[in-house]
T-cell receptor, first 114, second 110 residues
Framework: DAGVIQSPRHEVTEMGQEVTLRCKPI?????LFWYRQTMMRGLELLIY????????DSGMPEDRFSAKMPNASFSTLKIQPSEPRDSAVYFC????????????FGPGTRLLVL | KQEVTQIPAALSVPEGENLVLNCSFT??????LQWFRQDPGKGLTSLLL?????REQTSGRLNASLDKSSGRSTLYIAASQPGDSATYLC?????????FGTGTRLQVFP
């Protein structure tokens, strides 16, 4: 298996622009997680899905952030409009179950908002 | 609210030393605990997962222990190598969320 795939790997955009991050989880995994990593706050869970349904989005910082999972093999995290404070590394992870199995992380998308 | 702290924040040692990385947490009602490794510019790789009913797990030169009563976990790295240089993160499953520690940045020099 190719593991969790994320695209793009790097994104540089200007404040106010829309940003869309993409994730393909490992085939057969029921859970998909979106995280954000910054120097100040470390790794934070933004939202997670179970069987394509959003379960907990309490970590989504603002209404500017939205996430979708239209099918079992694809998810997007969208920021509209983007702001400089959104600059971070965004990780997608997937797992077979929420508790007993390990989470497998993608390589991340490094976002810089100017 | 669960808080996860890792000490030390950074560590630099010569090759061959045995190391202990520490992770402490405030709420002992955890589901399990994982140790991850993160290389610069890369994602996280799971090293060891300890279920709440277990006390330790071993994989090669790595051994992780869990003491829920004291709110502590340790990651022991035997005979460290330059290839072990990375950031090590502990993470707890608290109900349905993985809560990450602050990380320990390890450098092993030849």
């Amino acid at each position: 298996d190719a593991g969790v795939i994320q695209s793009p790997r790097h994104e540089v955009t200007e404040m106010g622009q829309e940003v869309t991050l993409r994730c393909k989880p490992i085939s057969g995994h029921d859970y998909l997680f979106w995280y954000r990593q910054t120097m100040m706050r470390g790794l934070e869970l933004l939202i997670y899905f179970n069987n394509n349904v959003p379960i907990d989005d309490s970590g989504m910082p603002e209404d500017r952030f939205s996430a979708k999972m239209p099918n079992a093999s694809f998810s997007t995290l969208k920021i509209q409009p983007s702001e400089p404070r959104d600059s971070a590394v965004y990780f997608c992870a997937s797992s077979l179950s929420r508790g007993r199995e390990t989470q497998y992380f993608g390589p991340g998308t490094r976002l810089l908002v100017l | 609210k669960q808080e996860v702290t890792q000490i030390p924040a950074a560590l630099s040692v010569p090759e061959g030393e045995n190391l202990v990385l520490n992770c402490s947490f405030t709420d002992s009602a955890i589901y399990n605990l994982q140790w991850f490794r993160q290389d610069p510019g890369k994602g996280l790789t799971s090293l060891l997962l300890i279920q709440s009913s277990q006390r330790e797990q071993t994989s090669g030169r790595l051994n992780a222990s869990l003491d829920k009563s004291s709110g502590r976990s340790t990651l022991y790295i035997a005979a460290s190598q330059p290839g072990d240089s990375a950031t090590y993160l502990c993470a707890l499953y608290n109900t349905d969320k993985l809560i990450f520690g602050t990380g320990t940045r390890l450098q092993v020099f030849p």
